[in-house]
């Protein structure tokens, strides 16, 4: 290496780092409600009731909160190796990203089924249904990765590897 | 005019963009995927350009000539058997060093070649600079640089095809092994040369050059000669491990002399591919996402495409209801009505599903994302006893199992792929998807994705069982290391995944109109006769047909109907719904065959359960067992996969049913 070289430095890891602990945080949190939601729902029954589901918009949905779960802990992993000095871990708050939008997108899709089903077809099945009925921590969720995604797209372009 | 024909190969590493090009070149639509080994067999096409007429030949891809492979031999095989006018290697720009190792094996075969360079998109953007005219130099060889994805450069190739074709310039190549393994290969030329009977379209130093490497297929081709003794001799009297290695070292050394001097690359820098896959593959989370972003794709199969199913079936209740009530006599419109309309709307109905499932594995494949699943399951697959590249077939299977067993080529062992061609059939094809449909979404209401999503998971579960116990029986051994190069990821192009849905969606309706239209009117004359007895029911043909396999089927919670159904399954599993259609006499309505199946005290959610999975694992379908005969070249091993299929299906379905009830479900 010519010693004339000023070598690329890496980009400060702060922000990821805060966003990933807030993003994976929240995830984690709404996962647990949710998987509590839905175990709730089959050991006690259809009459189980939990409040903070209902004003968060928490389904009884078990494999939905293994989703919620998993992407929290994508953010999570990258906090821990952004925080012990990998610079790599910067990998995970991106992927987290981008799983966080592709479920959002996912649950927007279905709901749009349902919209079709509802409004459309005048499905029996759906009468009742407004676009709120659908309204999940999956989808609410997304939009602070969907802003992070906007706002510091230049964090993830490339950079020398370690 | 024979004059203005060329006959053109082209050949290259895999995952390099060969059948892009092709495609390009052609004006075909040939599959393309973005992993390694989508092409195990060779395809032609034709393209007309200035008055000449060539035939392009896309070749398997092939990381070198050794020929460890099927899909390898093919590809040699043509090389050298067929003589192509030109030989075009594809070359992958972003990874040039790693390519050049088949060119110097192609330059020894002394065929004219010609290099493409393609994805130089790619390696633009990461900042690499290739020097074609000093490539051109090196090689002697003329080199085109294209995009095939977005057809640019292809003029170019033709018109350098026609042009090296019209001056008819080779070019021989060598390279010098070192003094010891020149002299080994001047010996075994001397002695070949002996022989007049030999095939002259191998040339004499490739030969030696293989033989000296180890090459089974080519001492098999020389086996015949009456100096193969002699040959052997001069084998014999080396270290040919030694040789191996030193003849592909001499190879990379001559690489490394002139990679330098026609590319400078960009500094090594993390790339949003490498971030991807720093956590896609990541050793505790590569699994679970790879099973949450299988989950969401059945998820929007079912949810998002049951208001569409709901479309098509008000349109064709519509076309029933006109049809039957216009038509006379009394046994035509029971055949239109019940028969046809019954049996076939019953499965064209999940034409939507088939269409979003097979758009969604389209851009999962195109992503590069499904080579990632094979490495993240390698380990796994290896303590099992699977290779890790079985899983591409197995993830293949998902469309259609027939070319899922016929990727199997792309393993190198033939005990590994024996195995792998056997418990293909286990994971869930397209064609089981409405089965499915209709009976989760009967039985389970919302949770239909989620159940449907467990189907190929056990699918896949059985399978990877399935291996293990044939490992440790009937095909013992140790599974081979597995080697995968993982592609970049790209962005799957919407023309592309919309031709993959579009062509296996098609299948799909046709095969309604041909085989399920045939399998209807069976059982359809079969629950009308003997004439007069009521349709469908236990007086008719269909009905003796039924109770008579029922016993077998009883145990599984199945009753005389569902036998009925399960038998014509075996034709194409698409049936099995064709032939609850047409069985419960519920016209084209889907929604009608919903309401009658859950009217039928006999069904239940349990029940269902059990129909679906002995509908997963079953005796493959007609097509499959084809395939595997084709493949295996065997016709016990085929039975054994019949067999072991409808053992395997029982066992499972018993497990299921009988473990509810006893559960008190």
Request: aromatic content about 10%; charged content about 20%.
């Amino acid at each position: 290496m010519d010693i004339n070289e000023i070598p690329e430095e890496k980009p400060d890891t702060k922000v990821p780092v805060i966003f990933s602990a807030i993003c994976g945080s929240l995830y984690i949190i709404l996962g647990l409600v949710q998987l509590a939601a839905g175990t709730g729902k089959i050991i006690i029954g259809p009459e189980f009731n939990m409040a903070l589901a209902d004003v968060l918009f928490v389904p009884s949905d078990i494999i939905g909160s293994f989703v919620l779960l998993l992407i929290g802990t994508v953010f999570i992993y990258g906090v821990m190796e952004m925080r012990s000095g990998v610079y790599e871990g910067i990998s995970y708050a991106y992927v987290g990203i981008l799983i966080a939008l592709i479920f959002a997108v996912i649950y927007l899709l279905v709901s749009t089924g349902n919209l079709l089903e509802a409004y459309l077809l005048r499905n029996e099945d759906f009468a009742g249904w407004t676009p709120v009925s659908d309204l999940r921590p999956g989808i609410y969720l997304a939009l602070i990765p969907l802003f992070a995604y906007i706002k510091w797209k230049d964090i993830f372009d490339p950079v020398p590897k370690n | 005019m024979d004059g203005s024909k060329i006959k053109i190969a082209l050949t290259g590493n895999p995952n390099v963009g060969k059948t892009t090009l092709f495609n390009a070149l052609t004006g075909s639509r040939q599959h393309v995927g973005n992993w390694p080994g989508v092409t195990v067999e060779k395809k032609s096409g034709n393209v007309s350009y200035k008055n000449y007429d060539i035939e392009v030949i896309d070749l398997p891809g092939t990381y070198s000539l050794t020929a460890y492979s099927i899909d390898e031999i093919v590809a040699r095989n043509y090389i050298i058997e067929e003589k192509p006018d030109i030989v075009i290697q594809v070359v992958d720009a972003s990874n040039l060093e790693r390519n050049l190792y088949l060119t110097t094996q192609l330059m020894e075969l002394g065929s004219e070649i010609l290099i493409v360079l393609n994805m130089c998109d790619i390696a633009e953007e990461r900042g690499d600079r290739i020097y074609i005219d000093k490539m051109e130099e090196l090689l002697a060889t003329p080199v085109i640089k294209t995009v095939a994805s977005q057809k640019k450069g292809i003029c170019d190739l033709l018109d350098k095809v026609i042009e090296q074709k019209e001056i008819k310039q080779y070019h021989g190549h060598e390279i010098g092994y070192g003094a010891e393994i020149e002299e080994k290969i001047l010996e075994i030329e001397q002695v070949l040369a002996e022989d007049e009977t030999r095939d002259s379209r191998y040339p004499l130093r490739w030969i030696s050059i293989r033989l000296l490497e180890g090459d089974s297929n080519v001492r098999e081709k020389i086996s015949d000669s009456p100096v193969y003794d002699r040959v052997i001799q001069i084998i014999d009297s080396i270290d040919q491990e030694e040789f191996e290695a030193e003849i592909a070292d001499k190879r990379y050394i001559a690489i490394n002399t002139i990679f330098p001097q026609m590319c400078t690359r960009a500094n090594d820098k993390l790339t949003k591919s490498d971030m991807v896959d720093r956590v896609l593959t990541n050793k505790y989370l590569g699994i679970p996402i790879f099973l949450a972003l299988m989950w969401g794709a059945f998820e929007l199969t079912f949810a998002f495409a049951t208001p569409f199913m709901d479309m098509i079936d008000l349109a064709a209740s519509w076309v029933a209801g006109y049809v039957s009530s216009s038509l006379q006599p009394e046994w035509l419109a029971s055949l239109v009505g019940d028969g046809i309309i019954g049996g076939v709307g019953a499965v064209l109905v999940f034409v939507p599903n088939i269409f979003i499932l097979f758009f969604l594995l389209s851009l999962l494949e195109g992503s590069g994302y499904l080579a990632r699943a094979a490495f993240i399951m390698d380990k796994l697959m290896y303590k099992i006893g699977m290779h890790g590249k079985s899983f591409i077939p197995m993830l293949m299977g998902f469309g259609c199992n027939v070319p899922a067993i016929m990727a199997a080529r792309s393993i190198e062992d033939e005990k590994d792929r024996l195995i792998t061609i056997l418990v293909v059939p286990f994971v869930s094809c397209g064609a089981r998807l409405p089965i499915y449909v209709l009976f989760a979404g009967t039985f389970f209401g919302r949770q239909a994705g989620t159940v449907i999503f467990g189907m190929y998971i056990l699918g896949i579960v059985i399978a990877i069982i399935s291996a293990k116990l044939l490992r440790v029986t009937v095909v013992r051994g140790k599974p081979a290391p597995f080697i995968m190069e993982l592609p970049p990821y790209r962005v799957p192009t919407l023309r592309t995944s919309l031709i993959h849905m579009w062509d296996n969606g098609f299948m799909y309706i046709k095969k309604a109109g041909s085989i399920i239209l045939v399998g209807v009117v069976v059982i359809w004359a079969l629950a009308s006769f003997p004439w007069g007895v009521e349709y469908g029911s236990e007086d008719s043909y269909v009905g003796s047909l039924g109770h008579a396999v029922e016993p077998l089927l009883k145990p599984l919670g199945f009753d005389w109907k569902i036998s009925v159904a399960l038998i014509f399954g075996l034709v194409a599993k698409e049936i099995v719904v064709a032939s609850m259609g047409v069985l419960y006499g519920a016209g084209d309505n889907s929604e009608a065959l919903t309401e009658r199946l859950m009217a039928d005290p006999g069904l239940n959610a349990l029940n269902s359960l059990s129909l679906m999975a002995f509908s997963l694992l079953y005796m493959p379908c007609v097509a499959t067992v084809g395939v595997i005969k084709k493949e295996t070249g065997s016709w016990k091993w085929t039975a054994f996969a019949i067999f072991y299929g409808i053992i395997v299906a029982w066992i499972t379905a018993f497990v299921i049913y009988q473990g509810g009830v006893m559960l008190g479900y």
